[in-house]
């Protein structure tokens, strides 16, 4: 029996939902694979986004990307060292949901808060509803087409009833495949990337910084590279891949 891509992402998926570490995990695959097995950066690049998906975690400080920390230095200075933040390291929950206009709603999840189906219904998605009901008034139309990710809270019977109710209509997206959705490859690197080296205190200032961010990205930008994302993915056969 060949192992593909897809039944890979897929034991990624449980292992990880166990709380396997990466490490193991691609040890193996690489037993079972062999030389077919995906990079162990492959590995922890699902679990990132297997345990994010359309939502993700703003630290009160983003280490800036690598590309920014290049400097020259005399052979007889030290490296300056630059820290990297722990597991322990202060993050909040940001759940954010745009359109073709922009940015809909946002909410953080309180501190030692888990998402769950009840939280998403009740206090998330309380939010999208106003948001969608504003837009369908100035649109004049009844219709509103919904991608999310399959993440549980999202797949749950009380989440698909009440879009249901709203008369939504999901659009379905591919099992095990968080980087084909949009804040995954497109809206959060580009949150993370302009919010990087600034230090926050308190996360009203960081709420704040994240809704000033959002309402400076190009409105187009996320339909466009989702096309081209999902054109990639069909024309290399479901191959994993970043960036466009």
Not at 95 to 105: E, I, K, M, Q
Request: glycine fraction near 4%; include cysteine.
């Amino acid at each position: 029996m060949e192992f593909t891509k897809e039944n890979m992402r897929f034991y990624i998926f449980m292992r990880c939902k166990l709380g396997e570490p990466a490490k193991l995990i691609h040890e193996t695959l690489q037993t079972v694979c062999g030389e077919c097995a995906c990079s162990y950066q492959t590995v922890c690049s699902w679990i990132k986004e297997f345990n994010e998906g359309d939502e993700t975690r703003f630290p009160f400080f983003i280490i800036p990307p690598k590309r920014l920390n290049r400097m020259w230095v005399d052979g007889q200075v030290d490296r300056p060292a630059m820290l990297r933040p722990g597991f322990q390291s202060r993050k909040r929950m940001f759940t954010v949901f745009f359109n073709y206009r922009g940015s809909l709603a946002v909410d953080i999840l309180p501190q030692d808060t888990t998402m769950t189906a009840t939280y998403y219904v009740q206090d998330v998605f309380s939010h999208v509803k106003s948001a969608i009901n504003e837009q369908r008034s100035k649109v004049s139309t009844s219709k509103t087409l919904f991608l999310h990710d399959n993440a549980g809270p999202h797949k749950a019977r009380a989440t698909t009833q009440s879009l249901r109710e709203l008369g939504i209509q999901v659009l379905p997206h591919p099992a095990y495949s968080p980087d084909l959705a949009p804040c995954d490859f497109w809206l959060f690197p580009i949150l993370k990337d302009r919010l990087a080296g600034r230090k926050f205190h308190r996360i009203q200032d960081l709420a704040k910084a994240v809704n000033s961010e959002l309402r400076t990205i190009p409105e187009e930008g996320a339909l466009r590279k989702w096309q081209i994302t999902l054109k990639r993915c069909i024309e290399s056969h479901g191959e994993y891949f970043e960036g466009l």
